[in-house]
């Protein structure tokens, strides 16, 4: 009896565990794509690298600095805010215009939200030219893998800005203009050399005015210099590129596609800068 009951007993058994199956859970894992990575070194060994602005009627601005950013009106608002006082220290200390190092600034870390700006406290796209000796990071712009200098914190990159612009002689004339003068540095900067960019300095201006930069200056030269209303003078087929206008709003206007007034103009991109002379008519 005992016998038959230890057989019926492991006969359960072994169906009960023949009929139990391992369930497996496959995951498919999906890579991701980082673009233009930064890849951070040391000591390595640096141009500065600027590109055009975009005023939009939506109240945001095109900043393309060494990656292309979207940033507000209030977004460059809080970016002066955050550094006039060290433009206005390094002003002081060095004799670069705070308004010219603020419309840098903005340009060319985009308003502080580049990834140069916010991964190495770098605000102005220098690179590592020959002997510098800090720390410095890879990025891809010219060409793949550049070399960038990085900053422990975005006032030394100001301060690093101006030693570089006092220690290279193309740039003493500078030094010879009235220190508030900054459609003098604007034009001067674009003569020495410091960005290819034929529109370089209507940019700087442009930027200057529309936020009031001047007013910085002031505050350290201790005056109320406010500039004149610049005239505009039309030509016909031109147009003379106002505060809040795109190359989209200008094709409505002019009854051409923006691909035309691009090809007409030269433009690879869709930047353009207040000041700016476009052809409108084929």
Not at 217 to 236: A, S, T, Y
Request: hydrophobic share 30%; with cysteine.
């Amino acid at each position: 009896m005992t016998k038959k009951i230890l057989i019926l007993f492991l006969s359960v058994l072994f169906i009960s565990c023949g009929g139990s199956k391992i369930r497996t859970t496959s995951t498919k894992t999906h890579p991701v794509t980082k673009k233009h990575p930064i890849k951070t070194t040391t000591n390595e060994k640096p141009v500065v690298k600027v590109t055009p602005t975009e005023t939009k009627t939506t109240g945001s601005e095109v900043l393309v600095a060494t990656s292309k950013v979207k940033a507000t009106t209030e977004d460059v608002k809080k970016y002066i805010l955050d550094f006039k006082e060290t433009a206005k220290n390094n002003m002081k200390t060095h004799g670069v215009p705070a308004s010219i190092t603020m419309a840098q600034g903005i340009l060319e870390s985009g308003a502080g939200f580049g990834d140069l700006a916010k991964q190495a406290n770098n605000h102005f796209g220098i690179k590592c030219h020959t002997g510098w000796t800090g720390e410095s990071v890879k990025y891809d712009d010219d060409a793949e893998q550049e070399c960038f200098r990085k900053y422990k914190d975005p006032a030394e990159s100001y301060k690093d800005h101006s030693l570089f612009l006092t220690s290279r002689k193309r740039y003493e004339n500078l030094f010879k203009l009235d220190k508030g003068d900054y459609e003098g540095w604007a034009n001067g900067l674009k003569q020495a050399g410091y960005a290819t960019d034929s529109l370089y300095p209507s940019k700087l201006i442009g930027i200057i005015e529309r936020y009031e930069l001047y007013k910085i200056d002031n505050e350290v030269l201790g005056r109320n210099f406010v500039p004149k209303p610049r005239v505009v003078v039309q030509v016909e087929g031109e147009h003379v590129v106002q505060q809040g206008d795109t190359l989209y709003s200008l094709s409505k206007k002019y009854g051409i596609t923006v691909d035309e007034l691009k090809s007409l103009n030269n433009i690879m991109d869709t930047g353009i800068a207040i000041g700016q002379k476009l052809k409108v008519k084929k």
